[in-house]
Structures are given as C-alpha cells and as structure tokens.
C-alpha cells in the first residue's frame, strides 16, 4: 500500500511561514512526480507546486515568489517552504504524488493563516 505521510501544518499569523513536509518510498518517490495541492473550504482542490524526478518545479501563480517546492532524494522526501503566507492561504494542504494514470494522496494537513 502506497503512502504519503505529511506533516508541518498549523496556525501562522499573515507574514509568517511554515515547512511542510511529505515521505514517501523510494520507488515511488524516484518515478513519480511529486507535487502540493491545496482545498480551501466551499472550493475545488487546486495545484500549488509540483516537482518531477530530474525535471524542474512549477508553481501556482498565486504562490511564486513565495513558496518553495523542493526534493530531498536521500530521505524520499518532498517540502514545501512557505513564506510571506496570506489569510487566502489558508487550505487543507494535500501530498500528492502521479505518473501517467495513477495518482496518490496523503492524507491532508491544515494550514491556518490569521492573526
């Protein structure tokens, strides 16, 4: 059974940043593309960065500049950096991890953006 175990979420004040963080096994984190999607109450789940094997990250418009997607290839491990977060920020934020037709999740941690 694939898994994708996250961690890092919490409450922030607006400015502030938070590291969030995503394991996952060898095999699949060599072959798949891992990424970052976030849902935010009453809205769809969108993208916010992904991170092919040996290709580069692509972000979401409304984070570039701000957050930081990046692969630790030694712990099977991909971060998202978080900085200068937003009220509009706030989502459950999801790990996620897709080659061709097959797709994982992780299993969804808050981010809370409010003073």
């Known amino acids: 059974q694939v898994q994708l175990v996250e961690s890092g979420g919490g409450l922030v004040q607006p400015g502030g940043s938070l590291r969030l963080s995503c394991t996952t096994s060898r095999s699949i984190f060599s072959a798949f593309v891992m990424g970052w999607y976030r849902q935010a109450p009453g809205k769809a789940r969108d993208m916010v960065a992904i991170f092919p094997s040996g290709g580069s990250p692509r972000y979401a418009d409304s984070v570039k500049g701000r957050f930081t997607i990046s692969r630790d290839n030694a712990n099977n491990t991909v971060y998202l950096q978080m900085n200068s977060l937003k009220p509009e920020d706030t989502a459950v934020y999801y790990c996620?991890?897709?080659?061709?037709?097959?797709?994982?999740w992780g299993q969804g941690t808050q981010v809370t953006v409010s003073s």
């Open positions: 996620n991890a897709f080659v061709a037709t097959t797709t994982y």
